[in-house]
């Protein structure tokens, strides 16, 4: 996932948007169909880690982990809650879904290669930004899979579903939104608990770990959606706890954790906390620098802007040259357009404080 570039504009206020009502049809059960949920590998479940479909604002460095005892959980970005469950648990937000009828050849040998096929196609249409096509087939996929033993809190149901979330976030249909990320969070977070006190023999610590990253990589992405709808101190606490589960799983150094450091930092630096915003973002730096993160240039940026707030201007030009330095060198068109943006402003508030 790429690391957010820090905007000295700041996000128009949106209304708040209704929780999701309930009432919703009952999923159809069908034949089981355990080895289909199995069949599925991680590859064709899991996010890109470096593209994003159009329409959604770019995802940072892909969290480890996959689907079905692969779970994986990440940084976008991070979302935590404690809302109320929609009743029904996956009735709410699953069931919202209108089934797609199995085929003919969908029974028998063939129905895994099926499943799959569909599988790698929604991931195809996601991130070719082709929304309405990608929520058909994630769709499809899913209502097989719970036809069948598969239950509602798998890792691969979830990640789907966090998926179709981010679809909905981005066509604007809070509501449908706000119901996937909720439901993917508080699945997991019950998921976990159940998981927590279970012996190793019964279930792996590796499989525990993948759990929780899959809960991360859904704080972080909803986080990122309350941003986008400027509900900054619920994107705060998403982030916290999105940035805390990376440290604990993935450890301070890792990339992740330093993108989650530095978009935690730009969410605080919008409310006005610049000190805070710093001490997080100096840090990302600091960590990005010793690590060679390929991102550095963005976290500089983040870094650059924050001194900007705070008056700080001639370190902050310094940490832009820098940041463009990098920019050019890799190549990253978007970010050098941007960072030079960020030095006009910065010459403009120097300029009137004098």
């Not at 301070?252 to 919008?270: F, G």
């Amino acid at each position: 996932m790429t690391a957010r570039l820090h905007s000295n504009r700041r996000p128009r206020p949106r209304a708040t948007q209704g929780r999701m009502s309930r009432g919703y049809c009952e999923l159809l059960k069908g034949p089981q169909r355990t080895m289909l949920a199995a069949a599925l590998p991680r590859a064709v479940l899991r996010l890109s880690a470096r593209r994003y479909p159009a329409g959604l604002r770019a995802t940072r460095a892909a969290w480890r982990g996959g689907a079905r005892g692969e779970g994986r959980s990440g940084r976008t970005g991070f979302e935590r809650r404690r809302w109320a469950r929609p009743v029904g648990g996956a009735l709410g937000f699953l069931g919202a879904f209108s089934l797609f009828p199995r085929d003919a050849e969908e029974d028998g040998e063939d129905a895994v290669i099926l499943l799959l096929k569909r599988a790698k196609m929604a991931n195809v249409a996601f991130m070719q930004g082709q929304l309405d096509n990608a929520e058909k087939l994630y769709k499809a996929s899913m209502s097989y899979l719970l036809a069948g033993d598969t239950k509602e809190d798998d890792n691969a149901i979830l990640e789907m579903s966090l998926k179709l979330a981010s679809i909905y976030a981005a066509q604007k249909q809070h509501k449908l939104a706000l119901a996937g990320y909720e439901f993917c969070i508080l699945t997991l977070e019950e998921k976990i608990a159940k998981q927590k006190d279970l012996p190793e023999d019964v279930l792996p610590a590796e499989e525990k770990a993948n759990t929780r990253l899959l809960l991360g990589m859904s704080l972080d992405s909803y986080a990122r959606y309350l941003l986008n709808i400027n509900q900054l101190p619920a994107a705060q606490k998403m982030y916290e706890k999105a940035l805390q589960i990376s440290k604990d799983v993935q450890g301070e150094t890792h990339a992740q954790t330093v993108v989650l450091m530095s978009d935690l930092a730009t969410v605080l630096d919008a409310q006005g906390h610049h000190d805070e915003a710093y001490s997080y973002v100096k840090r990302a730096a600091e960590l990005a620098k010793e690590t060679q993160h390929p991102e550095e240039h963005m976290v500089l940026n983040n870094l650059a802007a924050i001194l900007m707030h705070k008056e700080d201007f001639l370190q902050a030009k310094q940490v832009y040259k820098e940041a463009l330095k990098q920019a050019q060198q890799k190549g990253d068109v978007a970010s050098v357009q941007h960072i030079q943006e960020e030095l006009a402003e910065l010459a403009k508030r120097r300029k009137g404080s004098k």
